[in-house]
């Protein structure tokens, strides 16, 4: 599903104290980069993070799961899981997740995973 531009922007303006974030297209909609590094992934006007092993299961216990799409009739899931709906109320909230999940590239990125 392709991205919303206002909610893009939105999303960008929320991340004003995170530091220089900029978009890309990516998988059919925006890919959140800072420093080189994706870390959140944008579809329709649905806010995807990073996750890895440290930060996982702090979206499972809010029973988020994660991006999935359909390639050559089996579903692929990313390591991209769906940001609290709090998120999208309090920048505090969000910037703290984002950081969590630029965090989790960064290892990612790293590790190769």
Do not use: H
């Amino acid at each position: 599903m392709t991205a919303k531009p206002q909610f893009v922007d939105m999303i960008l303006d929320l991340l004003t104290g995170m530091g220089p974030v900029s978009k890309r297209r990516m998988f059919g909609g925006a890919g959140l980069f800072m420093d080189g590094v994706m870390f959140a992934l944008i579809t329709g006007e649905t806010l995807y993070l990073k996750v890895d092993e440290r930060n996982q299961s702090a979206f499972e216990d809010l029973s988020l799961g994660p991006f999935s799409f359909e390639r050559q009739g089996k579903q692929v899931a990313l390591s991209y899981y769906e940001a609290p709906g709090e998120c999208l109320d309090d920048p505090d909230v969000k910037t703290e997740w984002c950081q969590n999940a630029w965090q989790a590239a960064k290892r990612s990125r790293n590790t190769g995973s």
